[in-house]
C-alpha cells in the first residue's frame, strides 16, 4: 500500500478514526516504557491510564481531528478535571501524511494549561461547561512547539 493511500483518513469514519487514534497513543506510550490500563466501561471520560517508570498514574483521554472538517475540539469539563494527572492525547489527521500527535497537559504549574479555553455555558443551555481547542494557526505552532508527544511524554517519568 503507497503512502498516500495509507494515510487516506477521509476513507475513514468518525468512529474508525477516533478508535485509530486511541491506538496510536496507547502505542506511543508503550513504546516510551509506560504500562496503559483500559476499563471495560468508558462512562467516566477516560480512554486509558498510564503508569510511567516511575510508578506515576495519569488519566488519558484522546480526541482526534482533521483539520479540513473541524476546527474545535472540546472536553466536558465533568470528564476532564484540571489535575497534575489528567492528560489530552490530541491527534491531528491530515490526508496523504501520518497522523501528528500531541500530548497535552491539562494542568502547568497549578493552574489550567493555557492552550484550554474555558467555556462556561449558563444553566440550561445546550452544552455542558466545557474546555476547548480552536485549532488555528497559531494554536497549532503552541502545540507543536510545547506538546509535542515524545517531549511531554519524557516530562512524566
Not at 475513514?12 to 487514534?21: F, I, M, T, V
Not at 509506560?34 to 510511567?52: L, N, P, Q, Y
Amino acid at each position: 500500500m503507497a503512502a498516500a493511500e495509507r494515510h487516506n483518513w477521509t476513507r475513514l469514519n468518525r468512529l474508525q478514526l477516533g478508535k485509530y487514534a486511541e491506538y496510536l497513543a496507547k502505542m506511543e506510550f508503550i513504546l516510551h516504557g509506560c504500562d496503559v490500563f483500559t476499563s471495560e466501561v468508558d462512562d467516566h471520560g477516560i480512554d486509558f491510564v498510564v503508569r510511567t517508570r516511575a510508578g506515576r498514574h495519569y488519566d488519558v483521554q484522546v480526541k482526534s481531528y482533521r483539520p479540513a472538517k473541524n476546527k474545535y475540539v472540546y472536553l466536558e469539563k465533568s470528564k476532564f478535571p484540571i489535575s497534575p494527572q489528567s492528560l489530552l492525547a490530541l491527534v491531528q489527521f491530515i490526508d496523504g501524511e501520518p497522523a501528528t500527535l500531541f500530548l497535552v497537559p491539562s494542568c502547568v504549574d497549578g493552574a489550567p494549561n493555557a492552550i484550554l479555553e474555558s467555556r462556561d455555558y449558563g444553566e440550561g443551555k445546550k452544552s455542558a461547561p466545557e474546555w476547548g481547542l480552536t485549532l488555528s494557526k497559531k494554536k497549532l505552532r503552541s502545540l507543536a512547539d510545547g506538546c509535542g508527544f515524545g517531549s511531554v511524554v519524557k516530562n512524566l517519568e
